[in-house]
């Protein structure tokens, strides 16, 4: 080939023995190899000196790639020609995770890979390391789309997922001596090999850009009548919507499915050149610049009037490329009549809304059918409301969308004329056939017509439209079902379901613990369970042999050993695998309460303070991490997330206390540190405030995992609980139908606080924890009412009760034997939240979508 030197290997180091040549579909070693380093020397990223670890991940994954995009092609051409309904999933987040390991472990093809890296020099561990995350998302609702696809290609379902592309996602988190610092994730980009140029050409070894699927999608603009009475939208500005296809493979099958993420650009003709000549830069490029903040970030701040249209704008542009793209799929198609009846697309396409964010389906379905494609009203209405459905993913007031109806009308004007509309026929609905709701009806109409604030509430736009609404754990669809949709309930008591959601157990469980996952299969003698979850309940007959016992402490001691090397080198804190690691990792939000963790953990090292030398050594020793993003503006989150880290400044400094006591902030939580405390952690909590979390899925991979759970009845908790057997709980906390009451009797003055509480509280106070004013912090747990006061999310009356829970914990984890039966009954009773269950109930009960497996 002319590259090698005298040595045996090539300019790059790569053995010259292992030629450049394309094998993309091989699974024997040696062959894939040589497709890497074929890879490595014909789609160059780099300069050709160099098969570094970074340029051996690109050439892997692109060599990875091939046999993904074969499989996809074939995935695609047998849907075509066996033309099932497909669902299409809209969803403003997808938090994916490194896509690597799960590729080539889906595709059953690891080990070929691990030997193939070795004869390359490398280490299949050390190349994973250089993939970054996915930055598409923020916390539970993304990562539960994630799961969602893996299991759609798992179980051969025809599915798309759709997403946006954002160039920074969300943000990286970077932990200073002031909190939280927010930083542009640089998922797209490598800082290390960064010259001005490169700025603009950021990729992932995975997307696949789609230059032939391009839509476009107007803003602004006003409504044209036309002499017959139709109506277009014209004028405003039109960006272009750009197809990036990433592909989703199954589980040890053929069927390998597609997120499809969008990109906003401008195009050609966008560019006023004479201005630029001019010297007038800024202004000639001007719809290239706004093109470009439409994908820039993941929820933009809406604390603006430009903020507000940013996110709207992020909505409908997600909303109007996908459906576009659905309806010009639908038309490709032909019977033998000529071209299909649009009466027949509610059988040929479900669309699912992954919360409020995709609401804009609606109106945009409708406008596309009447304005595009000459529909009436009611013909429109008929298909639009027979094809989507909603899930709902939260009964907090802030998260339940609501738009003024000004600037909707400003930025998406032939939209709130069609909203104006539905609203109308649903108030007439109610007048002449529920005049028993006439009283109600300006709660549950779509349109609040406050003067001071006129808003479109959103989610009341959902139920109205939708023909079918789903919950998303029992407690979550129950408290729907009697409170938030009651009166919709009562008009259409068909609409709403539950579905609990679940976890992929192949990258929860399968590749994140390879130790624990091989011991569960020697022991149930297959290793089917990995796409039959269920299959782990044959687990619990042995639960209490002292060999499985054994193995399993043995799998949890390696987990927790790579997790506490991981933390050592992300934080320089030191911890001891022999200690309890006890974790809480999700968004840092009041009602998730991290506060009562901070508390609690505040008091046991006061305590510990307190004890003589030979008191403490017969406590148990505690690694308490917690771990999580707060919102950019939200500040009392981000007083938490300073309060956590001052506490470990002080505690694991003090030597007198840090053998029995570490306290660690574990910095830009992810998938990918979510894939290494997971399999590692013992004691998970699970602590928000009972009726406030519609379902949590951590709790889920956690109790997969092995790790007992400490926790409030509330989300998927409650099932959680009932699975694994309450004995295997640790159980602390009001229930959701005694919250409401309690805040009613704080604010009637009659709460009396536990002491231990008081003494927390009043510790940070005293400055142990330094200068810092964690005063505002603490106020909100204080007084009886107001804005910001008042302890709205109970933690000074659940703190008594999770006191004694933790003595529980203690207590339990002093008896070795007790604690891995409980462990082994934590993972037997799992089965149930596979989110291949969860899909196939939708598929079942919400879409009416049969499986079209490749041959």
């Not at 994730?185 to 010259?195: F, G, Q, T």
């Not at 409301?385 to 009308?409: C, D, F, G």
């Not at 519609?694 to 956690?702: C, I, L, R, V």
């Not at 003494?759 to 005293?766: G, M, P, T, V």
């Amino acid at each position: 080939m002319g590259t090698e030197k005298s040595n045996g290997f090539s300019k790059r180091g790569i053995p010259s023995e292992i030629p450049a040549e394309a094998h993309p579909l091989s699974e024997e070693p040696t062959e894939i190899a040589s497709n890497i380093n074929y890879h490595a020397q014909y789609s160059p990223h780099f300069s050709p000196l160099k098969f570094e670890p970074e340029q051996a991940f690109y050439a892997t994954a692109e060599s990875v790639r091939d046999r993904l995009i074969q499989q996809w092609n074939e995935t695609y051409v047998h849907f075509h020609k066996n033309d099932p309904k497909q669902t299409y999933y809209l969803s403003m987040e997808y938090l994916q995770g490194r896509a690597l390991t799960n590729a080539i472990g889906n595709l059953n093809i690891y080990d070929a890979y691990a030997d193939a890296l070795n004869k390359l020099g490398h280490q299949l561990e050390e190349i994973v390391e250089q993939e970054k995350d996915a930055a598409l998302g923020n916390g539970g609702l993304g990562r539960l789309a994630s799961c969602f696809l893996d299991s759609m290609a798992t179980l051969n379902l025809p599915a798309w997922g759709y997403g946006l592309r954002y160039r920074y996602g969300l943000f990286k988190q970077r932990i200073t001596k002031e909190g939280q610092e927010e930083l542009a994730e640089d998922w797209l980009e490598d800082p290390k090999h960064m010259v001005s140029i490169e700025i603009l050409q950021k990729f992932s070894p995975w997307e696949i850009v789609r230059h032939d699927v391009v839509f476009p999608v107007r803003f602004f603009g006003q409504v044209q009548v036309n002499p017959d009475g139709s109506r277009k939208w014209v004028g405003g500005e039109v960006i272009q919507a750009l197809a990036y296809d990433v592909p989703i493979p199954g589980y040890k099958t053929k069927n390998t499915l597609s997120l499809r993420l969008w990109e906003a650009k401008a195009s050609a003709g966008d560019v006023n050149l004479s201005q630029f000549n001019d010297g007038q830069y800024e202004s000639a490029l001007q719809l290239h610049s706004r093109a470009q903040q439409i994908c820039a970030v993941l929820y933009p701040g809406d604390a603006t009037e430009e903020g507000k249209l940013l996110r709207l704008k992020q909505q409908f542009f997600l909303c109007s490329a996908s459906l576009q793209d659905i309806i010009s799929r639908f038309k490709e198609r032909k019977d033998g009549n000529g071209p299909r009846q649009w009466s027949e697309f509610p059988s040929k396409v479900a669309v699912q809304l992954n919360d409020t964010h995709p609401t804009l389906a609606i109106p945009e379905l409708m406008r596309l059918l009447m304005d595009d494609e000459g529909l009436g009203w009611d013909e429109a209405w008929d298909v639009t409301t027979r094809t989507i459905a909603y899930t709902n993913h939260t009964v907090l007031p802030e998260a339940l969308e609501k738009w003024s109806q000004p600037v909707m009308w400003k930025l998406l004007p032939r939209h709130m004329e069609i909203i104006s509309e539905i609203d109308k026929r649903f108030v007439e609905l109610i007048h002449s056939t529920r005049p028993d709701l006439e009283d109600k009806v300006d709660n549950i109409r779509i349109l609040d017509n406050n003067p001071q604030k006129p808003v479109v509430r959103m989610a009341n736009l959902c139920v109205v439209s939708s023909h079918t609404v789903n919950g998303v754990a029992q407690l979550h669809s129950d408290i729907l079902k009697a409170e938030l949709f009651s009166d919709y309930v009562s008009i259409w008591p068909t609409r709403f379901q539950n579905k609990t959601n679940g976890i992929t157990p192949r990258r929860w469980l399968r590749f994140c613990s390879p130790e624990l996952s091989s011991i569960i299969t020697k022991w149930l003698k297959t290793d089917e369970w990995v796409t039959n979850l269920d299959l782990l309940a044959n687990l619990r007959k042995f639960a209490d042999d002292e060999d499985l016992q054994a193995e399993w402490a043995s799998a949890k001691m390696a987990n927790k050993e790579r997790l506490a090397q991981y933390i050592l080198q992300v934080t320089g804190v030191s911890i001891d695998p022999n200690s309890l690691f006890d974790i809480q990792v999700k968004r840092i939000h009041e009602y998730k309460r991290q506060l009562l963790n901070i508390l609690g953990t505040i008091y046991r090292y006061k305590k510990l303070k307190e004890m003589s030398p030979e008191e403490r050594s017969k406590t148990t020793p505690r690694t308490v991490m917690i771990g999580g993003k707060a919102f950019a503006t939200y500040t009392n989150a981000k007083r938490i997330v300073k309060l956590v880290n001052d506490v470990g400044a002080v505690v694991n400094t003090d030597p007198e206390v840090n053998n029995y006591l570490k306290v660690v902030f574990v910095p830009n939580y992810n998938v990918s540190v979510a894939e290494m405390l997971i399999p590692g952690s013992e004691l998970s909590q699970h602590i928000s405030t009972a009726g406030m979390e519609a379902s949590g899925t951590s709790n889920m991979k956690f109790a997969l995992n092995g790790c007992l759970i400490i926790g409030t009845l509330d989300g998927a908790n409650i099932e959680i609980r009932e699975e694994i057997g309450e004995e295997n709980f640790f159980l602390f906390g009001a229930t959701a139908d005694k919250v409401p009451q309690l805040r009613k009797d704080r604010e009637n003055g009659l709460f009396k606080p536990d002491p231990r509480f008081e003494e927390a509280k009043q510790f940070i106070r005293s400055g142990a924890f330094g200068t810092y004013d964690y005063n505002p912090l603490l106020e909100s747990l204080e007084g009886n009412s107001g804005y910001g006061h008042g302890d709205y999310f109970l933690v000074g009356h659940d703190f008594p009760s999770y006191m004694d829970a933790l003595a529980k914990v203690d207590e339990a984890y002093n008896d070795k034997k007790k604690w891995l039966k409980m462990s082994i009954l934590s993972t037997a009773g799992s089965g149930k939240f596979s989110s291949d269950r969860t899909i196939g109930q939708y598929a079942k009960e919400i879409w009416n979508t049969q499986q079209c497996p490749v041959p």
